[in-house]
């Protein structure tokens, strides 16, 4: 690294991240990093270096920004990622080295949207047999047990890589990543008989196609809440305004 350059690492995992580091990578006078945690076998890679796995903490992320010279961190990963953000604000604030986090939107409910918000993956459970009894389940691999003794509803589960058990007795895997479109979605409902739809309010533009699908249809969504986010760390809404941020430092 020339004396010139400064060292931005990107928490990523989202497709935020991966557009943040394709701008700031074709930049001469920066040193781009990405971090990924290591949860996807065979992940999108971004531009510019990557790292992959945990770091051991908030103690070991400092230590990684101490050592590798950082000079600003930017939390892009996904708005449910919630340790990792909280790590990231207390490790940057222990190394005393800028920190942004990237978030995008949540979604919003229009005209004809039955949508359902809950607290977490348990509380999703606790709705659906009200609800529904065919259900798509869009929540991702991880947190399936949630659901495991639900064993009179039947699932549609789709995510990148497989889920582990232990998981709904009653179950089909699409293995499958975005981004989806509404006609594959409709199709997707109509083809499973879907009578109920659960989510997170991930915000992205990518798998929003899904919420579009069941209002159509008339179909009721659960809608996972976001989890609290660390107070005190500047937010911005995409890669743009992080480009802007980090010319302002
Ligand atoms: N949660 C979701 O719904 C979701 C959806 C799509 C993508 N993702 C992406 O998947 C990753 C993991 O999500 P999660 O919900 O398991 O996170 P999490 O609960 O916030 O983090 C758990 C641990 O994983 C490690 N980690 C998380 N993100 C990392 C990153 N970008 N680079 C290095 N280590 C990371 C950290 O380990 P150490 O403490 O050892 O550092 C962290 O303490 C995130 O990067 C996120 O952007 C998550």
Redesign the pocket.
């Known amino acids: 690294m020339s004396g010139a350059e400064r060292h931005v690492l990107i928490?990523?995992?989202?497709t935020e991240a991966r557009h943040l580091a394709a701008g700031l990578a074709a930049d001469p006078a920066l040193r781009v990093t990405s971090?990924?945690?290591g949860?996807v076998a065979r992940p999108r890679l971004p531009a510019g270096e990557v790292r992959i796995?945990?770091?051991?903490?908030p103690e070991?992320?400092a230590r990684w920004l101490r050592e590798q010279q950082v000079d600003a961190l930017i939390d892009a990963?996904?708005p449910?990622?919630?340790?990792?953000?909280f790590?990231a604000a207390r490790a940057a604030a222990a190394a005393h080295v800028p920190l942004l986090a990237v978030r995008r939107p949540g979604w919003v409910a229009g005209p004809g949207d039955d949508w359902h918000p809950v607290g977490s993956l348990a509380e999703a459970a606790d709705a659906l047999p009200a609800l529904g009894e065919r259900v798509f389940l869009t929540t991702?691999r991880?947190g399936l047990a949630a659901f495991a003794h639900l064993e009179d509803m039947w699932f549609l589960t789709r995510s990148v890589d497989a889920p582990e058990p232990p998981v709904p007795p009653r179950m089909e895997v699409l293995l499958d990543r975005g981004p989806f479109t509404v006609e594959g979605e409709r199709d997707l409902l109509r083809d499973h008989r879907i009578d109920v739809l659960v989510t997170?309010d991930?915000g992205a533009a990518a798998t929003s196609a899904k919420l579009a699908a069941a209002r159509e249809a008339g179909i009721p969504v659960v809608v996972v809440r976001r989890p609290p986010a660390p107070d005190g760390v500047p937010v911005v809404p995409g890669p743009e305004e992080a480009v802007a941020w980090l010319k302002s430092l």
């Open positions: 928490l990523g995992g989202t971090s990924l945690a949860r796995g945990g770091f051991g903490g070991g992320l990963t996904h449910f990622a919630g340790t990792i953000s790590n991702g991880m997170k991930s």
